[in-house]
């Protein structure tokens, strides 16, 4: 029989996915319980440097993904106006090679699709709202809004930035509107050929108060993709994105590059998300309950690695669990928030300062971090 404790994850976005993933990997009965009815290939693109391949590999899905994504050679910053190269970060075999896996970028929808189908589909629950939870017994009890009831010995709330356990453990409080959107749009490569210019695999075009970051997101480099930084002081629409259109875009880029003019005239769709954040958290768990990542570290996604600390959040939380033992749970998550806090807490500001590889640095601290190899730092006593 098996003694492990059961664990429920909430969210099966990309932290609760790769959580759920690793603990049924390792033996824990775990049910995964979502929101949505379903998932559907969102128009968005995603970075998953070498950080974030490694856990993949542990999930059974890099060479898949490593087969669907596009593999720049370079990060390259440049002005966005004169098109001057700011930064030349060298990824590609380099990366391979100094930080121990591939640097892609691909389709979020095709990656989400890959981390749900590593799930057990039948401890997979969609529709599934949790709205409460109780945690004052031997067993956590999550309500959800269908009506429905479900226990579990303990609960990680990887719920997003809008966190129902993040609630739960610290109170009511929205996140932090940062004063920037982001515009997001896929172009058809097709379209871009009628131009004599240089669409590059990885680039992110600058000017002090915004920017443009553009990848491909499929390896055939069919799909373009860019997402912006845009200040706008207010957002008060009250959904996660609405519409924008060509002509916001060619308002808020205007004397901008013609490769960046070339995106904006090929744009057929393009939405406007507002960018969210909150400070660090004084608080990560408590009792049976543990949150990870936008739930506790919500962040500007200017280094492209927000979803990278949510999955390498969840390797590290299963890492403590083995290391310390399950039925020691509060020093487990003791011991996952002394290796993760650091480190969550330096992307978050980075991020939002907004200088990640806008000159030439050395991104090895953020790439060659290895979650499952990195020795472990013991918490401080209280
Ligand atoms: P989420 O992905 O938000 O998942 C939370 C899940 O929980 C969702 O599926 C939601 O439906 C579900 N849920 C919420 N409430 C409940 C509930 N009450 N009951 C049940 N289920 C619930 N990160 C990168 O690493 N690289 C990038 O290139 C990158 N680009 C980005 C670009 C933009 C414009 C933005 C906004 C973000 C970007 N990020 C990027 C950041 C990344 O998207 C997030 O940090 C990441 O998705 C966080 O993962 P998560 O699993 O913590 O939360």
């Known amino acids: 029989m098996n003694d492990k404790p059961t664990i429920a994850v909430i969210g099966a976005g990309l932290g609760g996915a790769a959580a759920g993933a690793l603990l049924q990997q390792a033996g824990y009965p775990t049910k995964v319980f979502e929101q949505a009815p379903a998932f559907s290939r969102l128009g968005a693109g995603i970075h998953l ?14 060479d898949r993904l490593n087969a669907m994504g596009s593999h ?31 640097y892609i ?10 981390m749900v189908d590593a799930l057990d589909p039948a401890r997979l629950h969609f529709d599934k709202r949790l709205v409460d939870v109780d945690d004052n017994g031997d067993k956590v009890v999550m309500r959800f809004a269908d009506g429905t009831s479900e226990k579990a010995d303990l609960v990680i709330g990887a719920d997003g930035v809008n966190s129902r356990i993040r609630e739960k453990l610290l109170g009511p409080e929205a996140p932090i509107y940062s004063g920037w959107v982001a515009h997001r749009a896929i172009i ?6 009628a131009y004599d210019l240089d669409f590059e695999a990885c680039v992110k075009w600058w000017s002090e108060d915004r920017h443009m970051m ?25 959904t996660s994105f609405i519409d924008s259109s060509r002509e916001e875009m060619r308002e808020a880029f205007k004397g901008y590059h013609p490769v960046v003019q070339a995106l904006i005239d090929c744009t057929e769709k393009v939405t406007k998300w507002p960018l969210l954040e909150r ?34 959040d969840a390797a590290m939380l299963v890492r403590c669990l083995e290391e310390v033992g399950a039925d020691r749970y509060r020093q487990a998550f003791e011991l996952y928030k002394a290796n993760r806090f650091e ?24 790439f060659g971090y290895d979650v499952f190899e990195e020795p472990l730092k013991q918490p401080q006593p209280a």
């Open 105 to 114: 970028t691909v389709h979020r929808g095709d990656l989400h699709a890959l």
């Open 214 to 238: 553009v990848y491909f997101v499929t390896g055939d480099e069919k799909e373009y993709y860019y997402v912006t930084g845009v200040p706008e002081p207010e957002w008060n629409h009250g």
């Open 188 to 193: 058809s490569a097709d379209k871009l050929a």
């Open 72 to 102: 720049p050679d370079f990060w390259f910053s440049r002005d966005g106006m004169t098109g001057e190269y700011q930064s030349r970060i060298p990824l590609g075999e380099f990366a391979r090679r100094e930080y121990g896996a591939a």
């Open 279 to 312: 400070s660090p958290l004084p608080l990560w768990h408590d009792n049976r309950l543990v949150l990870l990542g936008d739930a506790c570290h919500p962040m500007k996604p200017h280094m492209a690695q927000g979803a990278a600390m949510a999955i390498e």
């Open 49 to 62: 440097g070498p950080n974030v391949m490694k856990v993949m590999r542990r999930i059974g899905i890099e």
């Open 343 to 366: 480190r969550a807490s330096r992307v978050q500001k980075v991020s939002h300062d907004n200088t990640w590889l806008r000159h030439d640095e050395d991104p090895s601290w953020v």
